[in-house]
C-alpha cells in the first residue's frame, strides 16, 4: 500500500516501548521540525486484557501487523529477533538498524506480592501460578532464565498462564489470575500501583534490546533515517533510561561487557 508522502515519519512501535519514543520524538520534533507520528499495535497489545494464548494466536502480532499496513518508516520492537526475522521476511531493510537501549528481566508479581516471591528459585515451589508470553519481546524468556538455573522442569510445570503479549501478561498478574510472570523491569510504569517488580540478582538477567529499523516500503528513508540517528543520541536514550532501560554505554559502566 502506497502512500503520500507528506513528510510524516512513521512509526510502528510495540506497545510497551511507546513511552519513552513519545518523549524522544517531541525533542526531535522541537528541533528539526520535521513530524513524528506514532502507531502502536492494535491487536493482542491494544487494550489491557488478560488473554491467553490459544492456537490460532502462536505468531508475532508486531510483524504481522507492520506488514499488513505498509505505511510505517521505521518499526520499533522490544527484541532483536523480532527484526532478524523482518529482515528475513523482507519486511525490514537489511543493515538499516540501530540499537536504543536493552531492557532487563524481571519478576512481576501483583501489589502486595501475595505469594510473597522473592527470587526466581521462589517460581519452582507446589502450587504457585507462572505466566509467560508466546509472541514478540517476551517469547522464550522463562527458558533463558530458568535453564541456566537448573529449574526448567521444576518451573515449566507451574506455567498457568500463556499470554498473548506484553500488556497481557500484566493485565494476568494485576487482576491476579497468576502470582508471578518473566517480564521486564520497564513493566514498572505500564500499570503502577496494580503490579510490583522483583529484580533479579545481575547474574540471572536477560537483557534484550529495543531496536529501530527502516521498514522495506518506507517512502521518507532520509527523514526517516535522521531520526534513527537521533535515537541513538544520549539525549534520546536519556529517555528511555528515565523508564529503566539501559543504555548501551550504562551495560558497560554497570556490567562490565
Not at 500500500?1 to 512501535?13: L, P, Y
Not at 498457568?160 to 514498572?188: L, S
Not at 540517528?229 to 529503566?244: K, Q, V
Amino acid at each position: 500500500m502506497q502512500r503520500e508522502n507528506d513528510g510524516t515519519i512513521k512509526i510502528f512501535s510495540a506497545r510497551a516501548c511507546a513511552a519513552p519514543l513519545e518523549e524522544a520524538a517531541k525533542l526531535f520534533e522541537e528541533q528539526t521540525g520535521l513530524h513524528v507520528e506514532i502507531s502502536v499495535c492494535s491487536r493482542h497489545c491494544a487494550e489491557p486484557v488478560a488473554e491467553e494464548a490459544t492456537g490460532a494466536s502462536g505468531g508475532d502480532d508486531f510483524l504481522v501487523e507492520i506488514a499488513e499496513a505498509g505505511v510505517h518508516d521505521l518499526a520499533i520492537g522490544g527484541a532483536e529477533y523480532l527484526l532478524d526475522d523482518g529482515e528475513v521476511r523482507g519486511i525490514v531493510q537489511k543493515g538499516q538498524r540501530r540499537i536504543i537501549a536493552c531492557r532487563r528481566s524481571a519478576i512481576v508479581v501483583p501489589a502486595g506480592n501475595p505469594a510473597n516471591i522473592q527470587s526466581v528459585e521462589d517460581l519452582a515451589r507446589p502450587g504457585v501460578r507462572v505466566a509467560i508470553s508466546m509472541i514478540d519481546c517476551l517469547k522464550g524468556l522463562w527458558e533463558d532464565i530458568t535453564a541456566r538455573l537448573g529449574l526448567l522442569e521444576e518451573i515449566g510445570r507451574n506455567i498457568a498462564f500463556h499470554a498473548n503479549g506484553c500488556i497481557a501478561i500484566v493485565e494476568a498478574v494485576a487482576d491476579r489470575r497468576v502470582d508471578a510472570a518473566f517480564g521486564w523491569t520497564t513493566f514498572a510504569h505500564l500499570d503502577p500501583g496494580r503490579i510490583e517488580i522483583i529484580e533479579m540478582p545481575e547474574a540471572q538477567q536477560i537483557l534484550r534490546g529495543t531496536g529501530v529499523a527502516l521498514l522495506a516500503f518506507s517512502d521518507n528513508p532520509d527523514a526517516a533515517t535522521r531520526f534513527m540517528d537521533f535515537l541513538t543520541s544520549d539525549e534520546a536514550r536519556a529517555c528511555y533510561e528515565g523508564y529503566g532501560w539501559l543504555a548501551p554505554s550504562s551495560q558497560l559502566r554497570t556490567r562490565r561487557v
